[in-house]
């Protein structure tokens, strides 16, 4: 049967018509935010093989729980918010499994605002910032200011106290700002 | 430092250094003086509660997630917080934006891979209920699942030119054979198309494969348009025929 | 029912015009039991499921014959091979998954 191009739709159309089942047009979404998907997943988890598999994890995920996304142009981000708890999930497992607790030296370097005034752009400055953030900052910083999490739900997703979220944002914040006023 | 502040990591200095009495400024330290600045630049050299006008950072961004409700003369009339809020804000336009540009610099999804989450993707997950076909043996009880079905109208409304199925449902009692049902369609239409017209040729193109498809008693086809999409820029909506067949 | 039978029943099926693809059908548990043997052993799982005398079968059609035709014609080459090998079945149930 012929089949008319999907490329060009937008996201509510192509995620009804997942939902109803169609397959081609949850093709289209997975080549529309793989890139995304990976980049969320790089921030977090940091660059590592298992990058393919939790976004594939993720889509897979998602086409059986299409019935609960009520508003279709939403689907970027509830495709993010699928794939970072499978992103804390596989932190905690490599937590569990390596038996040490995450205490790093939880500070940006000292020559983190020179390398954000070197960025080319707004973007990459940002990008840079982000990157010189201690982790547990960054997810924090990922999840409320990307993903729109509530400080219960963030607690909730990493293990934390809503206190120490709030004191992880805090930080982030704080840091953030700085950071990027080096850029101007 | 207790081990809570180790987990929530000291804050970045100006002047790069770690944690220290927030006054103090290292000349040699080689970042922006105050020679360098322009009057009008903002200052955060720091965003404690006692620069901020007695409020923290987290306050004002809390009060920007609440859209600025209700409204707080403290936050409102105060020139440090307006610097801060305006900080977090231009953080917040960006912040999207960023992993955006981040995502371009991502390699596309592979085929391999892709393929990968199609053969792990079930059809039983969209599937739907099971609509009877009339038998006409005692040997026989052949079903159609919903989600064939509505494969069916999608392929019949996307041949229409200038429309694309978004939605489609039946509704009515559709597990019991000869019960009436109705078929609701959505369309998304380009804008410039002749929605009259190509309503009215969803509708009968719906119809007619049904009718030849499907056993289904069917009462009525809605079709509403509820999407407008903006023109494409070659201005052809003609179905483009993919050679796939996938 | 034997795995050559299920083989010879899924052969006839497929040979149907407008059958394009077979798919898994619901399992019972004695049929799931003799999947999971089979995967253990390497031998093909079967896709048909026998529930008592009722044989289960899930296809997908390519929509060049309407799809009511299609059903009962698998249903009925399903029902041949299966007296053919002495395999006594009241019904085949036939479930279309997909079409086009």
Known sequence: MPHQSLVDLDDAVLAGRSSDGDV?????????YTPLLRAYARRTLGSTDELDDVVQETFITAWGRLDALEDGAKVKSWLMRILSRKCIDRIRARRDHDDVTELEVAAPRDDAPDRVAEARSREEALETALAELPEQQRRCWLMKEVLEYRYEDIAEELDLPVSTVRGLLSRARKNMIRLMEAWR | MTP????LGADLRPDGTGAADASAADPRSGTTSAADTHPDDLRLDALEPEDLDGHSIDELAD???AGMQPADPSIDDSAACQNALAAIIRLRQSSLGSLEAAAAQEPPADESWIGGVLANISLEARAGRDVPLRAESPTERPVMTEGAIRSLVRSAGDVVPGVVIARCSLDGDVVRLGAPVRVTVELAVWAGSPIHDAADRVRSAVAAVLAEQTDLVVEAVDVR????????????????HDEDGA | ??????AAIEDAVLAVPGVADLYRARPTVGSALASARNLATGTAVSRVVLDDD????????DGSAPAPATARAAHRAALDVATARGVTLSRVDVRIARVG
Request: glycine content about 2%; cysteine-free.
């Open chain 3, 54 to 61: 009722v044989l289960r079968v899930v296809i997908g059609t």
């Open chain 1, 24 to 32: 081609r047009a949850f093709e289209v979404l997975i080549r529309r």
């Open chain 3, 1 to 6: 029912m034997d795995d050559e039978t299920a």
């Open chain 2, 4 to 7: 809570h502040d180790d987990e």
């Open chain 2, 225 to 240: 348009v509820r999407d407008l999409l903006p023109a494409l820029p070659d201005d052809d909506h003609e179905p483009t």
């Open chain 2, 63 to 65: 009060y920007l997630d």
